[in-house]
């Protein structure tokens, strides 16, 4: 079967690409077709460079009690020079991709001014009689390995990765090694990897560098972050390309919907190719409606608003054409630093997305922790069942201090401009209750601090399991808002988890158990008179808001490379006719007829946003 064509919506892809196919010679490898976690949108055609380097291989090589110091000393200058080199490239990184990715290198330079780290380093050398380089590998393998054990949890892996980044540029110190192949990689290089440090990809040359696959990491990795800020297209957890992939072979990197197409047919280039030209030409058009207003033919105005991770992601947002953030993501301050955030960096950080947002509407999520999201880490015994664990609001809740701090952050901000709070995955009136009553609690701490903040600051919900979607109408009297957000409340709703591949094929957000979930949410934010959102993946997609606005929801909130394609597609629809398509779309008892229904009507109003893309 063939692979699914990307969507309008992915970002612009490399002016490296397309690449011309050659013909196909007898005998020359079929094509294959693999299957990934995407973590950075675009579509890439290149040739294959294969970076095989499961870490550095260093040989126990033994040294006399006289050669010790000297080996000290190369340890010494080989950690001088890794740190001094971190700096730049955390210098370097703060100019492409802002302060907030680059504090990653920041957190690397103090793992090597860690004395616990470095002494046991000396004392190898020293109580061993072993070469600086085999005591720096030993040390740290041995602390990779120790995290390893810990099990396959995403926060493990960062570390595991964070480690094995060191270990590589120490080693790399210490052998004079150059910086290896990367460097002089041929201009349309998709770089294949067991998997990548957070250095690795921040020293792409994209000049030169198109994409990188990785059968290994996640979407929360310090390098999935990296590639999200450099826009490359990115493909993670493909598990087994690198066993088949080799050099220079032709390559097509769907870093949308996550698919990887190894030495593709001339028909399935010419497709992609075809694909890539019309979404830019579509882009191109598409763009010149960043400043016009969302509004339906029939008068009714959309609210268009973006998805950030980081604080300046938010003027990405206004200039591809939204009219503010609907969703920041906090907890990515924690992810690019590897600790939790004082006030004062929470301060900084939402001070400068108040500054970008430039009186716009500004929505801040409180942190979204748990599942596969650092706190494992900290725990001395992991949950065995982390998404259904201690999570989201509940971490927050059975961690006030650290919630203070991120609340009194927020408020204080909230003196700047406009600022909502909203809370993660509420199930239960009680935890609102509690995390509500901490807010009025900080509040009351600032007051007698004499600080300023908003006493009106509206606080908004996450609508993400299906408890809080059934008691919608009770929870819509005790919040300012709903938002909801589809990719949790599928994953909950139909017991899919969404990463997953074994049961992938039953995520689908067009399931009629989560459409009336939504209609119902709607319905009680009209009663009760508070603004309903959505903000989940799915809204970006033209077909899913037209039943979206059909269900009743007028404002949503997507990835900042969306927001052109979506207020084109919203230009030509009538809030009668989405009305019409959601009656429909409820009548329907499975996701496929319902999917098919809502992509039949969306092409008909607008072809050209579906071009390339499968039917199927």
């Known amino acids: 079967m063939a692979p699914r064509k990307p969507s309008a919506n992915s970002k612009p892809t490399s002016p490296a690409v397309p690449v011309a196919a050659a013909p196909r010679a007898p005998g020359e490898d079929a094509q294959v077709v693999f299957k990934g976690l995407p973590v950075a949108d675009g579509v890439i055609i290149g040739r294959v460079l294969v970076v095989d380097d499961d870490g550095v291989r260093v040989a126990k090589r033994p040294i006399s009690a006289g050669a010790v110091e000297n080996e000290r000393v190369r340890l010494e200058q080989a950690v001088t020079a890794s740190i001094a080199e971190l700096a730049e490239t955390q210098a370097r990184a703060e100019k492409e991709m802002g302060k907030e990715t680059a504090k990653i290198f920041q957190v690397h330079q103090l793992m090597l001014k860690d004395p616990g780290l470095i002494k046991p380093m000396r004392d190898k050398i020293e109580k061993d009689l072993v070469s600086a380089e085999f005591a720096a590998h030993s040390v740290l393998s041995g602390l990779a390995d120790r995290f390893r054990a810990m099990g396959s949890n995403n926060s493990f892996g960062t570390k595991v990765n964070d480690i094995d980044d060191l270990d590589i540029r120490l080693h790399r110190h210490l052998a004079g090694e150059q910086r290896g192949r990367l460097k002089f990689a041929p201009p349309g290089t998709v770089v294949v990897a067991r998997d990548l440090t957070p250095s690795q990809a921040a020293g792409f040359d994209r000049s030169r560098i198109v994409g990188f696959v990785t059968d290994l990491g996640g979407s929360t990795s310090h390098t999935a972050i990296i590639a ?3 826009e490359i297209p990115a493909v993670v957890g493909v598990q087994t390309l690198l066993k088949t992939a080799t050099d220079g072979q032709q390559i097509i990197v769907d870093g949308e919907i996550g698919t990887v197409i190894l030495n593709p047919t001339q028909q399935t280039l010419e497709e992609y190719q075809r694909t890539i030209e019309q979404r830019r030409v579509y882009r191109v058009s598409v763009s010149e409606l960043a400043d016009l207003p969302a509004v339906t033919v029939d008068g009714a105005r959309i609210s268009v608003i973006g998805n950030i991770e980081l604080p ?19 907890e990515y301050l924690w992810l690019t630093s590897g600790e939790e955030p004082d006030e004062d960096t929470h301060f900084k950080a939402y001070k400068r997305c108040v500054q970008l947002a430039a009186g716009k509407e500004l929505v801040i999520r409180t942190f979204d922790l748990g599942a596969d999201k650092v706190t494992q880490a900290r725990e001395e015994v992991p949950e065995r069942n982390p998404f259904l664990g201690n ?41 609102l209750r509690q995390a509500k009553f901490v807010v009025h609690d900080v509040m009351e701490e600032l007051d007698e601090e004499g600080v300023k903040f908003d006493r009106s600051i509206k606080i908004g919900m996450m609508v993400e399991v299906p408890s809080a979607a059934l008691l919608a109408d009770v929870f819509a009297r005790e919040v300012d808002f709903f938002s909801i957000g589809t990719n949790d409340l599928v994953q909950y709703t139909l017991a899919v988890d969404r990463i997953n591949e074994r049961v992938a094929y039953l995520y689908q957000h067009t399931h009629p158990a989560v ?14 008179e508070i603004p309903v959102s959505c903000c989940g993946e799915a809204a970006g997609e033209p077909e899913y808001a037209l039943l979206l606005l059909g269900l009743g929801l007028r404002t949503l909130s997507v990835t900042s490379s969306a927001i052109p394609a979506l207020k084109r597609f919203i230009r ?44 199927e």
């Open 312 to 330: 300046d992601e938010v003027k990405k947002v206004l200039d591809m054409g939204g009219e503010g953030v609907g969703l920041y993501r906090t």
């Open 391 to 431: 999570r989201s609001i509940r971490y927050c809740l059975r961690n006030t201090a650290m919630f203070k701090r991120q609340l009194r952050a927020i408020l204080r901000a909230s003196a700047l401009g406009p600022v909502k709070i909203m809370f993660p995955l509420i199930s239960a009136v009680g935890e």
């Open 515 to 528: 459409i009336k979930l939504i209609r119902d949410v709607a319905r009680a934010g009209r009663r009760r």
């Open 228 to 230: 999200k800020a450099l």
């Open 572 to 615: 030509s629809l009538s809030i009668q006719e989405c009305e019409r398509v959601a009656r429909q779309a409820l009548s329907l008892d499975s996701d496929g007829a319902i999917t098919t229904l809502l992509r039949d009507r969306a092409r008909k109003i607008v072809p050209e946003a579906f071009s390339g893309r499968s039917a």
